[in-house]
Nanobody, 116 residues
Framework: QVQLVESGGGLVQPGGSLRLSCAASRSISSIAVMGWYRQAPGKQRELVARIGSSGSTTYADSVKGRFTISRDTAKNTVYLQMNSLKPEDTAVYYC??????????WGQGTQVTVSS
């Protein structure tokens, strides 16, 4: 099994920035796709950003131009840089990985709160 550990969440004012990290217990080079999802109270979980093994990325329309997903294979870590944060970005953010063959893992989540 693979463990995913998220960190970097916290409280930030509107317009501020945070960087989330997702550290994997195995080399991320063996993972086909890694992504960040979020879930706000009373709402469905939604895809925020995704990065494939080739480095291709996908973003939700609501975060395009503000969020950037990246990876550091040497550290087995995927990042989500969040800039120009808005109150509607408030949610629990989850790291997700899909391995070759379809095996899927989730992190425990990290809280992001955007409020003045």
């Amino acid at each position: 099994q693979v463990q995913l550990v998220e960190s970097g969440g916290g409280l930030v004012q509107p317009g501020g920035s945070l960087r989330l990290s997702c550290a994997a217990s195995r080399s991320i080079s063996s993972i086909a796709v890694m992504g960040w999802y979020r879930q706000a109270p009373g709402k469905q979980r939604e895809l925020v950003a995704r990065i494939g093994s080739s480095g291709s990325t996908t973003y939700a329309d609501s975060v395009k131009g503000r969020f950037t997903i990246s990876r550091d294979t040497a550290k087995n870590t995927v990042y989500l840089q969040m800039n120009s944060l808005k109150p509607e970005d408030t949610a629990v953010y989850y790291c997700n990985s899909i391995h070759w063959g379809g095996t899927e893992y989730w992190g425990q989540g990290t809280q992001v709160t955007v409020s003045s």
